[in-house]
């Protein structure tokens, strides 16, 4: 039986994330990617999403953080994870308090599950916590594994920002905990052989992969045009 899990709550009034001010195209590529990526996971138990790529800034926080408030705005629950544990970036992107977080809970140094709420976004997150000697060895602990267990009691969708596969392992330590990772690509920097590389050591995890989120390429909508907007295009196409 799951213990009943507590949920701070933070205010956050600041963003330059996805909303209803964004630029159209970039609500239509998220829209296009959370009901792609509900097709590819049907069904209505809670599904755990691992957002990955083969090197470092091609953009999985920013899709992490952007695809976890999507699915929100559907009145979703959703929890979005910082299993970036080296470099984490997603308690300030949402412009919140890093506090007690996973690599904390994953040691022992607090029994509660350290979950945040922010309140306008309607989204829960575990930040990374302090930053730990060995994070690999944590992810692979049963904690985390249990951990997960019991979330997925909570929540519809569980998010987890990955750090890049080429230089740790582990976001594919976690294959067995994922129900599907999205690869995330960035225009004019993603190199083929590290994407190459990448997938052959999430075939090797045996880690289902639904798709990939090209990111970062400029774009004008036939509906949204603004001469000099830099906008970006996120497409995902399944594998
Ligand atoms: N589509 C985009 N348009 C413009 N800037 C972007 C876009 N996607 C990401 N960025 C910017 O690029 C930088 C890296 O993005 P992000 O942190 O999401 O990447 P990451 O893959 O999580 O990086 P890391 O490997 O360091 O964790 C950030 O400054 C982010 O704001
Ligand atoms: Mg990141």
């Not at 506090?99 to 575990?126: C, F, M, V, W």
């Not at 990374?128 to 904690?143: A, K, R």
């Not at 997925?152 to 905990?177: C, F, H, M, Q, R």
């Amino acid at each position: 039986m799951a213990k009943k899990i507590k949920v701070n709550t933070v205010f956050n009034s600041e963003s330059m994330l996805l909303s209803k001010k964004s630029p159209f195209s970039i609500q239509e590529a998220y829209k296009t990617l959370r009901t792609n990526v509900s097709f590819s996971l049907p069904g209505n138990n809670c599904k755990v999403i691992g957002v990955v790529s083969a090197k470092r800034s091609e953009g999985k926080s920013s899709v992490s953080i952007n695809l976890a408030i999507s699915f929100a705005q559907l009145q979703k629950k959703v929890l979005i994870i910082d299993g970036d544990m080296r470099l984490p970036t997603l308690a300030a992107k949402l412009k919140i308090a890093t506090n007690k977080g996973l690599s904390n809970y994953l040691a022992g140094n607090t029994t509660e599950i350290p979950i945040q709420h922010i309140e306008e976004r309607n989204l829960d997150i575990i930040t990374s916590g302090n930053i730990p000697p060995d994070s690999t060895t944590l992810l692979e602990s049963d904690v985390m594994a249990d951990m997960i267990e019991q979330l997925k009691e909570e929540y519809d969708y569980i998010i987890i920002d990955l750090p890049p596969l080429t230089v740790v392992s582990d976001a594919a330590i976690l294959s067995k905990l994922i129900d599907g990772y999205l690869l995330v690509v960035r225009h004019n920097w993603s190199e083929i052989s590290k994407i190459d590389e990448t997938m052959r050591q999430l075939r090797f995890a045996e880690a289902k992969v639904l798709g990939f989120v090209y990111n970062g390429k400029a774009t004008e909508s036939k509906y949204y045009r603004k001469r000099g907007y830099y906008s970006s295009d996120y497409y995902y196409k399944k594998s």
